[in-house]
């Protein structure tokens, strides 16, 4: 699945292209490209949802790639969580 974010990063509007990569049941996997480079990320907010803990976000984290604000990836991570939510199916 390939879809556009614009966060606004550094004061700045970015378009920024993310696509859903293939990954164990229970995690989620991203990889954004930008411009000039490109970053791997991973939620495993499936597995608080398939636990029941509905009102848990998930955790981020980079797998591959460099973060260099914490405050920006915020904004893309809910630019990622607002286009691409959670399935209805997800319990199972």
């Given at each position: 699945?390939?879809?556009t974010i614009t966060p606004i990063v550094n004061g700045r509007q970015r378009k920024l292209e993310v696509e859903k990569i293939d990954a164990p049941p229970d995690r989620e996997r991203y990889i954004v490209t930008g411009p000039q480079r490109s970053i791997t990320l991973e939620?495993?907010?499936l597995l608080f949802v398939r636990k029941g803990l509905k009102h848990r976000s998930g955790m981020w984290?980079?797998?591959?790639?460099?973060i260099r604000n914490d405050y920006n990836m915020e904004k893309i991570y809910a630019e990622i969580e607002k286009m691409d939510p959670l399935p209805i199916n997800v319990y199972k």
């Open positions: 699945m390939k879809f939620t495993n907010r984290k980079a797998v591959e790639g460099n």
